[in-house]
């Protein structure tokens, strides 16, 4: 009973490295998202793809691309790595628009 | 105006008491609501869809009122477990859920 799954749980990067977060889901959702929360914070949305083929921008967007693969991957791109990135990453897919979404368990990024 | 506005708490409560949290949102044409539950430092979890006609699942009960645009969420018979922070969720049908920032709780023995 996979869900959504989130690749890696924890990273530790340099500034200025670059890093690609992973995000997959086999429940044949048609919406995918980047959240990242920051500590003691509420959520943060930072792209969505609201259908296979199309991306858009969420609040906090800057510094960050994304790459909806196929129906299943949704991968977020960190390009210069800086130490306000640092935070909590969550994925998260829904199947349409009145259906309450499902999270993956969130990649844990630090960058120093 | 935030568009989900919770009371942060903390909600100190004892075991065994009964907790309701309330949540307000501003676009009166949201569509669908839900609590969440969120654990320190771990994904949100889906607690409970909300329906007009309340809705009841053991120990939680949800309510929604769309003329006063407010939802709540009452907890009977608190356990150490439900120590955590509970997200109010609206669904306006744009591009995601819009979350509320969360009211924590914490249940003491």
């Known amino acids: 009973n996979a869900g959504v799954t989130q690749t890696p749980k924890f990273q530790v990067l340099k500034t200025g490295q670059s890093m690609t977060l992973q995000c997959a889901q086999d429940m044949n959702h048609n919406s995918m998202y980047w959240y990242r929360q920051d500590p003691g914070m509420g959520l943060r949305l930072i792209y969505y793809s609201a259908s296979e083929g199309t991306t858009d921008k969420g609040e906090v967007p800057n510094g960050y691309n994304v790459s909806r693969l196929n129906k299943r991957e949704f991968s977020l791109r960190l390009e210069s790595a800086a130490p306000s990135q640092t935070s909590v990453y969550f994925c998260?897919?829904?199947?349409?628009?009145?259906?309450?979404?499902?999270f993956g368990d969130g990649t844990r990024l630090s960058i120093l | 105006r935030k568009e989900v506005e919770q009371d942060p708490g903390p909600f100190n409560v004892p075991e065994g008491a009964t907790v309701a949290f309330n949540c307000t949102y501003s676009n009166s044409a949201s569509q669908s609501f839900f609590w969440y539950r969120q654990d320190c430092r771990k994904e949100p979890k889906l607690l409970m869809s909300v329906y007009s006609s309340g809705n009841e699942d053991g120990r939680f009960t949800a309510q929604l009122n769309r003329a006063s645009q407010y939802i709540s969420l009452l907890i009977r018979d608190s356990k150490l477990s439900d120590s955590a922070t509970y997200l109010c969720v609206v669904n306006t049908g744009r591009r995601a859920l819009t979350f509320g920032s969360g009211t924590r709780l914490q249940v003491q023995p």
């Open positions: 998260a897919s829904r199947r349409d628009s009145n259906q309450p979404q499902h």
